[in-house]
């Protein structure tokens, strides 16, 4: 049980482009999501946090004009890098967990590759 | 702010050897405290976590970690290591209802 998908498990973009990143619960309703990024042989960083049918919060110097966040359902959150450029690329995880705001019980999706040429 | 070290950017360790994974927090009340292991083309996988009670916490895979609040450590063991036991493995501590990760440690596991 708790199984986090994400879609597309990689993707390579055009400079300039905008990217959308699905992540879905597979048996359980997520009442609130993360958003993480990871950088080669580093920790992952939070991005945001979004609770169904509220805007995303956003962490301190995180754009959130460029990194659109909606959780839309209670099994679905997407993750829009808008304008995409050679510097967002990177390892994009998402975790999701069942009670709002529980940080503490999050299951982790598997990542999505993100490389901007 | 909460903060995460773990040592050891990467260890490697023989089949069926004993393996230690190093982590320190920095965290002004009690802390919870998490680790995670990453498997390629997998999410993280919690292994364990601390929350309060005994220190010597058991988690799944045979692994265990034990709490020492005077050395803000939760270090991670196995006594016995499996090739399967291969990955990417983080220490977390939560804080300000949120996850801080340290930066890993990958284990290679030989023959």
């Known amino acids: 049980g708790a199984v986090v998908s994400q879609h597309p498990s990689w993707v390579i973009c055009k400079s300039g482009t905008s990217v959308k990143i699905e992540c879905r619960s597979l048996d359980f309703q997520a009442t609130t999501m993360f958003w993480y990024r990871q950088f080669p042989k580093q920790s992952l960083m939070l991005m945001a946090t979004?609770?169904?049918?509220?805007?995303?919060?956003?962490e301190q110097g995180v754009e959130k004009d460029k990194f659109l966040i909606n959780h839309a359902s209670l099994t679905l959150s997407t993750l829009t890098v808008t304008s995409a450029h050679p510097e967002d690329s990177s390892f994009y995880i998402c975790s999701a967990s069942p009670a709002q705001g529980a940080s503490y019980e999050q299951y982790f999706g598997p990542g999505t590759r993100l490389t901007v040429t | 702010a909460q903060s995460v070290t773990q040592p050891d950017i990467h260890i490697t360790v023989s089949e069926g050897a004993s393996l230690e994974l190093r982590c320190n927090y920095s965290?002004?009340?009690?802390?919870?405290l998490f680790w995670y292991v990453q498997s390629p083309g997998q999410g993280l996988q919690l292994l364990l976590k601390?929350?309060?009670?005994?220190?010597l916490v058991q988690g799944i895979k045979g692994f265990e970690a034990e709490f020492k609040r005077s050395q803000s450590s939760f270090n991670l063991r196995k006594p016995s290591v499996h090739w399967s036991d291969a990955a990417e493995y983080f220490c977390a501590v939560l804080g300000d209802y949120k996850l801080s990760f340290g930066a890993g440690t990958t284990v290679t596991v030989r023959a």
């Open positions: 601390y929350f309060s009670g005994d220190t």
């Open positions: 979004s609770n169904e049918g509220s805007k995303a919060t956003y």
């Open positions: 965290y002004g009340a009690t802390p919870y």
